[in-house]
C-alpha cells in the first residue's frame, strides 16, 4: 500500500530521503534531498555534504532535526576538493574555505573578525517542503506559475481533495505541485479506486525525463501521471483511457488546438473514422461539470482561446487577470541629526530642524568669516578647533537622541512600506470555462418522474407583486380570524 | 449523495440575468420565485446537474407551474460568437440583426438595474407614441436626457419599425443591451462552495461580515498555510497527529470554510458520489428528518460513553474566538450548525475534524466555567431514578466537559502543522500566543484588509531588530533557555521574539476582470473598490540554542538583506 508523500503528510521532523528546502538568506532557497550516509561521499568524510556560501553543512546534522531549526555551519575537511586550509575547533561556525564566495567570509585571522564571521555567516535554517517553497526554489526548466497565479486558478477551477486535473504542458512543475496538493484526497487502496489525481502532459523530452525524476524523488507516483505527450495532436488519454478529469488547466502556447479534445462527443472537425465512432473516449467524467483554465501571455491568444471555447459549447467564459505585489517594509529615518548610518535620509526632519541647520550655518559663516579677519591679523591655529566645538549641533527638542536611541536605530523613524524593487506587472491573462454535463431528453424525462411538479406547497425567494398581495390578503385573513376566535372566546 | 446534481435541501445559488445571485435552500415541493423574473417548482431543478442555465416557460394552459426550458450552449453564446460574423461583414448585416428578431422571438426591453419590463416588442399593449415615427429633434432630445432615456429611445426605435438609420447611430453597446433583455427569465443553477459564498458575501450582500476578503486573498491564505487534505491513518505510528491547523476567523467562518474546503471536511460526505447509499433514501430520511433534541433516542443505538471523544486526530481545524462561542454563521450554508454542540448523527465532517476554544479557555482554562466544574460521578443505578431531562442534561454536561477538556488540553500541547488569520485583532497579540503553539517549521498566514496591522508585524522581525536581539539580548531574556523565549512575553523594544518567525513578508493580489469580446477586448470598466486586502506570509523558526548569542559583533547583514 502507498503511503502518504511526504509533501502532503505535514510531519515534524526530517528524515532520510526528505526533501527539504534550505533557506539560505530572506528569499533565498534551496531544495534538497537528504540522504543518510554510511561513509564518506565525495571525498567528505561526514558523508553527504550541502556547501553554501554560508558554509558547510554534512546532511547529518540535517537530520532527525525538527522542521524550521536553524542549523550552523559545520567545518568541514574539504580534502582534495578545496585549499588545504582546516580548522581544528570544529565547535565553532566556519564557512568551509573552499566555499567562500566573492562576498563572502573575511579569512579568519584574528580572533575577533573571526568571531564576526562565524555569527553572521555560519547557519541556515531548513524548511519542511510546500509546494510554494518548491515553487520558489525549484531548478527552473520554463516559465512557471507562481502562487499567486495558480491559488487563485485552483480555487476557480474547484481543484479540491477528490478532482481529477489535467494540466499540461508540465514544465518546471510548479503547477503541478500546487494541483496536487489541491486534489489529494488518500492513497487509492486499488486499481480502480478513484482519487484526486494530477494527469500531467509534456512534449519537450529532456522536461518530461526530469519531472519523471522529480515526481518519483517527491513519492508523487500514485497521486501524479506524467505522460511523453503532443497534446495537440493526441490529447489528454491515458493509455487509451479516460482520466475522468474535471478540473483543466493548459499553460501551452496555443491552447484552441487543445481544447478540442477536452470535449464530450467527438468533436466534428476530428477526422471520422465511421468504423471506431462508437469508441471515442472523453477525458473528462461525464457526470461533472468540467472547469478549464488556459493561461496565456499575449491577447491574441486569449482571443482565439475564448472564442474556440464558446464555439466548442463551453460557457461562463471570463477572463482576469492576476495582478500581485510583494511588499518591503522599512523605517523612514530622515533627519540631520541621526546618526551617519546607511540607511538614513539626511534630509532635515521639519521645518524646526531646516531652520536650525541654517541657523548654524549662519554661525559658522560667520565664525568663518571672524577667524579670516583674525587671522589676517596673525590669528592662531587653535583657535579654528575652539570654534568647531562650539558649533556643535543643537538638535532640536523633537529630535534629540539619548544615547540608548542611537543604538536602536531599528526603532527610528517612520514605519513605511513600498513595492519591492522589482515589479512582476504582468504573468498572463488567465482564462476560465465552464462545460456542464450532458443532461438528455431522457434524463430530464427521468429525473421529472422522480420529482413531479403541481403540488408545490409555498414559495420561497423573492416574491413578485401578486404573490405578495396574495400572502398580505393570506396574513390578514388569519389575523382576522384569529382576532375573531379570541372575541368569540371571550364573549363565551 | 452525489454532489454533481442538485440535492433535496441544499443550498444554491442562482445566477440571474443581472449577474447577481441568490442564494436559496431547495427544498423539494415550493414554488421558487425570481421576483420579476418569473417562478417555478423546486422540483424541476431537484437532482439535475449543476451549471445549466434554464429559461422560464410561460404555464401551459393545463398546469399550475411554470416549466423550465434547458437554453443550449450554442444559445447562450450566440450573442459572442454573433459579434465575430458581425464584425466580418459590413455594417448593413449588422443593421439587420438590430431590428429584426428571430422568427416568434420576442423582443423585451427591460431595465437592467431593476429587472422592470420596459416595453416589449409583441403581446402587450404597447404606447400609441411609440409606434410614430420619431423626429430627429425628438431624437436629440432623448439622447440628451441620458441613459436610461437612450433605452426608452432604442425601445421607441425598436418598435416604431423605422428610421434605421438613427438606430446604428446607438453603439454595440446599447445592441448588446437589446439583446439581454430576451434572456430576462433566464438563470444559471450553481452549487453554493466558498467561492462563490465568498463572491456573493463581498458583492451582493456585506462585505464587512467577511472582512472584505476576496477569493484571492483567501486563496493565497490557504496555499501560504499549505492546508490540505491529510490522510487519517499513517502506516507508522510516528507522528500520530498531523495536519492540524490552528485558525483564528473573524469572517464569519469563511475563512474556516475555505480551509475546511481544502481539506475535504467541508461539504458532507464528498467521496460518496459512487458508493450506492442514494439507493437507501429511507434511512437518510429517517436521520435527516429527526427533529427532537432530546435524549429520547430508540434503545438500539446504544449512546457513546459520554466521555468518548467524537475528534479526529489528523486534518482538523481549531478555531480560536474572542466570544465563548464562536462566530461561524457561514457555515450554516454547508448544512452546519455551529450553534449545536451535541447533534445527532448523521455527523457532518466538521462535527468531527473542527474544534474550538476562547482566548481564555486557551490562555487561563482555570478560568473557564466549564472546565471549572468537572460533572459529578453518578451510578448508573441512581441515574436510572433521575427524570429524563434530569439525565439528558447530565449527559450533555458531562460530554461538554470531556470535550472541551481535551480540545484545551491538546490545543495547549501545541504541535500544529499551519496558522490561518483573518482577524481585525493586532496580530502581534495574536502571534505572541499562537506562536509557541505551532511546530517549528510550520507555515503562517495572516490576512488583513489594511497594510498597518501587517506592517507592523513585519517590523518586528526587521533585519535590525533580529541582529539586536541575538548581540544584545533584553535584560529580561538573559540566561532563558529556546523554549523559554518561544514564550517571550514581549516589551516596548521586542513585541515578539524576533528569531521565532522566518521570511516575514507581506503581499496583495488583485484580480482584475476582462471583456473579451471580438474587437472590444479591454478590461472591464468599474470593479469593487474598498479593501484591497493584505497577506502575511512566514515560518515558525527553532533558533539554535546558546553560543550563537554569546557570540561578538553581527553587524554585517549580507546574510540577510532587507
Ligand atoms: C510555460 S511551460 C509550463 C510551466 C508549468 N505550468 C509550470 O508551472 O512549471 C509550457 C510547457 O508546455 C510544453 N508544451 C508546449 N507544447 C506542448 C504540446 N503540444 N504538448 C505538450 N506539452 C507542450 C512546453 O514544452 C513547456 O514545457
Known amino acids: 500500500m502507498a503511503t502518504a508523500p511526504q509533501l502532503l503528510e505535514p510531519r515534524q521532523r526530517s528524515k532520510p530521503g526528505d526533501l527539504a528546502v534550505v533557506l539560505l538568506a530572506r528569499d533565498s532557497y534551496e531544495p534538497l534531498i537528504l540522504e543518510q550516509s554510511t561513509g564518506a561521499v565525495d571525498g567528505y568524510a561526514e558523508g553527504a555534504m550541502l556547501n553554501t556560501r554560508f558554509g558547510s553543512f554534512p546532511h547529518s546534522t540535517l537530520l532527525d532535526i525538527p522542521w524550521g531549526s536553524q542549523v550552523r555551519a559545520s567545518a568541514v575537511d574539504t580534502g582534495s576538493r578545496g585549499r588545504k586550509r582546516r580548522r581544528e575547533d570544529s565547535g565553532d561556525d566556519a564557512s568551509t574555505p573552499a566555499l567562500e564566495d566573492t562576498e563572502g567570509t573575511a579569512t579568519p585571522t584574528s580572533a575577533p573578525a573571526k568571531k564576526a564571521v562565524s555569527a553572521s555567516s555560519g547557519f541556515i535554517h531548513i524548511l519542511r517542503p510546500s509546494p510554494e517553497l518548491w515553487t520558489y526554489s525549484l531548478p527552473h526548466r520554463t516559465q512557471v506559475v507562481y502562487t499567486p497565479d495558480y491559488s487563485y486558478i485552483l480555487n476557480r477551477i474547484r481543484a479540491r481533495p477528490g478532482t481529477r486535473i489535467i494540466e499540461a504542458g508540465a514544465g518546471s512543475g510548479s503547477f503541478t505541485h500546487a494541483s496536487v496538493r489541491a486534489v489529494y484526497n488518500g492513497a487509492p487502496k486499488s486499481e480502480d479506486d478513484r482519487k484526486g489525481k494530477v494527469f500531467s502532459f509534456e512534449f519537450n523530452e529532456a522536461r518530461f525525463r526530469k519531472m519523471e525524476e522529480e515526481v518519483d524523488s517527491h513519492c508523487l507516483r500514485d497521486f501524479v501521471s506524467i505522460k511523453h505527450r503532443d497534446v495537440y495532436n493526441e490529447g489528454f488519454l491515458v493509455d487509451g483511457k479516460s482520466p475522468m478529469a474535471s478540473a483543466v488547466f493548459l499553460d501551452l502556447p496555443a491552447p484552441w488546438k487543445a481544447i478540442r479534445h477536452l470535449s464530450r462527443r467527438r468533436p466534428q472537425d476530428m477526422e471520422q473514422d465511421a468504423s471506431d465512432d462508437s469508441k471515442w473516449v472523453s477525458a473528462l467524467d461525464p457526470k461533472k461539470t468540467a472547469m478549464i483554465c488556459t493561461f496565456s501571455p499575449c491577447i491574441e491568444q486569449v482571443i482565439q482561446t475564448v472564442s474556440d471555447l464558446r464555439k466548442l459549447g463551453w460557457v461562463e467564459v471570463d477572463m482576469v487577470e492576476v495582478s500581485n505585489r510583494r511588499l518591503v517594509s522599512q523605517r523612514d529615518r530622515i533627519g540631520s541629526y541621526l546618526p551617519k548610518e546607511k540607511g538614513a535620509n539626511p534630509n532635515p526632519a521639519d521645518v524646526t530642524e531646516a531652520l536650525s541647520k541654517l541657523r548654524e550655518v549662519n554661525q559658522k559663516t560667520r565664525e568663518f568669516t571672524r577667524i579670516k579677519a583674525n587671522g589676517r591679523e596673525g590669528g592662531q591655529d587653535d583657535q579654528m578647533d575652539v570654534d568647531g566645538s562650539n558649533s556643535e549641533r543643537e538638535p532640536n527638542a523633537n529630535n534629540k537622541l539619548d544615547e540608548s536611541s542611537t543604538e536602536k536605530s531599528w526603532m527610528q523613524g517612520r514605519l513605511v512600506h513600498r513595492p519591492e524593487a522589482e515589479l512582476k506587472s504582468h504573468t498572463s491573462y488567465l482564462v476560465f470555462a465552464t462545460l456542464p454535463p450532458e443532461w438528455s431528453e431522457e434524463d430530464e424525462a427521468a429525473a421529472y418522474a422522480k420529482w413531479p411538479c403541481g403540488n408545490e406547497a409555498k414559495v420561497v425567494g423573492s416574491l413578485d407583486k401578486a404573490a405578495r398581495k396574495q400572502e398580505k390578503r393570506d396574513a390578514l385573513h388569519s389575523k382576522k380570524k384569529r382576532k375573531q376566535d379570541q372575541a368569540d372566546g371571550e364573549a363565551q | ?562
Open chain 2, 1 to 562: 449523495m452525489s454532489r454533481d446534481r442538485v440535492q433535496p435541501n441544499c443550498w444554491v445559488a442562482l445566477k440571474l440575468p443581472s449577474e447577481d445571485f441568490k442564494i436559496l435552500e431547495i427544498v423539494p415541493n415550493t414554488t421558487i420565485s425570481l421576483g420579476k423574473y418569473g417562478s417555478f417548482p423546486s422540483n424541476l431543478i431537484i437532482d439535475r446537474p449543476y451549471h445549466l442555465t434554464y429559461e422560464i416557460q410561460d404555464k401551459r394552459d393545463d398546469e399550475n407551474f411554470a416549466r423550465l426550458r434547458v437554453v443550449p450552449a450554442a444559445e447562450l453564446n450566440a450573442d459572442a460568437l454573433a459579434d465575430t460574423s458581425a464584425d466580418a461583414e459590413e455594417g448593413e448585416t449588422e443593421e439587420e440583426t438590430i431590428i429584426k428578431p428571430s422568427d416568434g422571438e420576442e423582443l423585451t426591453l427591460v431595465d437592467e438595474a431593476s429587472g422592470q419590463v420596459v416595453i416589449r416588442s409583441k403581446g402587450e399593449a404597447i404606447d400609441e407614441t411609440a409606434r410614430q415615427t420619431l423626429t430627429i429633434q425628438e431624437i436629440e432630445e432623448l439622447k440628451k436626457k441620458g441613459t436610461s432615456a437612450g433605452k426608452e429611445l432604442i425601445a421607441k426605435l425598436l418598435l416604431s419599425h423605422t428610421a434605421i438609420e438613427e438606430k446604428t447611430a446607438y453603439s454595440l453597446a446599447k445592441y448588446k443591451l437589446l439583446k439581454t433583455k430576451k434572456y430576462i427569465r433566464r438563470f444559471t443553477v450553481l452549487p453554493l462552495d466558498v467561492p462563490l459564498l465568498a463572491q456573493w458575501m463581498l458583492e451582493d450582500k456585506d462585505a464587512s461580515k467577511i472582512m472584505e476578503m476576496r477569493n484571492e486573498s483567501m486563496a493565497l491564505v490557504g496555499c501560504w498555510a499549505d492546508v490540505h487534505y491529510v490522510a487519517p491513518h499513517l502506516n507508522d505510528a510516528e507522528d500520530e497527529s498531523g495536519g492540524r491547523w490552528l485558525v483564528v476567523d473573524d469572517t464569519g467562518g469563511l475563512l474556516t470554510a475555505s480551509l475546511a474546503e481544502r481539506m475535504g471536511i467541508l461539504h458532507e460526505n464528498p467521496d460518496e458520489a459512487e458508493k450506492p447509499q442514494e439507493e437507501n433514501p429511507e434511512v437518510q430520511i429517517e436521520a435527516g428528518s429527526e427533529e427532537t433534541k432530546t435524549e429520547a433516542r430508540p434503545a438500539k443505538r446504544r449512546r457513546p460513553d459520554d466521555l468518548e471523544l467524537p475528534f479526529a486526530k489528523r486534518n482538523t481545524l481549531t478555531i480560536l474566538h474572542h466570544n465563548t462561542q464562536p462566530n461561524l454563521f457561514l457555515l450554516r450554508y454547508f448544512n452546519y450548525d455551529s450553534s449545536d454542540p451535541d447533534p445527532h448523527p448523521p455527523y457532518h465532517p466538521l462535527f468531527s475534524n473542527m474544534m474550538s476554544l476562547s482566548w481564555l479557555q486557551l490562555l487561563n482554562p482555570e478560568e473557564d466555567i466549564t472546565l471549572a466544574n468537572p460533572p459529578e460521578e453518578v451510578a448508573p443505578e441512581v441515574l436510572a431514578t433521575w427524570k429524563t431531562n434530569r439525565r439528558g442534561n447530565h449527559h450533555r454536561k458531562r460530554r461538554r466537559w470531556a470535550r472541551t477538556r481535551h480540545i484545551v488540553d491538546s490545543t495547549r500541547a501545541g504541535g500544529f502543522s499551519g496558522l490561518a488569520v483573518a482577524s481585525p485583532m493586532d496580530p502581534v497579540s495574536i502571534l505572541r500566543h499562537t506562536l509557541p503553539l505551532l511546530a517549528p517549521g510550520a507555515p503562517i498566514a495572516i490576512y488583513s484588509p489594511s497594510i498597518e496591522p501587517l506592517n507592523s508585524l513585519v517590523d518586528c522581525f526587521s533585519v535590525g531588530r533580529r541582529g539586536a536581539w541575538i548581540t544584545d539580548p533584553p535584560k529580561e531574556a538573559e540566561g532563558k533557555g529556546i523554549e523559554e523565549l518561544e514564550r517571550w512575553e514581549g516589551n516596548a523594544e521586542y513585541p515578539l521574539n524576533p528569531t521565532l518567525v522566518l521570511n516575514a513578508s507581506i503581499q496583495t493580489s488583485r484580480a482584475k476582470r476582462w471583456q473579451v469580446l471580438p474587437g472590444r477586448t479591454h478590461p472591464v470598466m468599474t470593479a469593487k473598490g474598498g479593501a484591497e486586502g493584505y497577506i502575511f506570509t512566514g515560518w515558525r523558526a527553532l533558533p539554535v540554542e546558546g553560543k550563537i548569542e554569546a557570540r561578538g559583533k553581527f553587524k554585517r547583514k549580507k546574510a540577510d538583506p532587507k
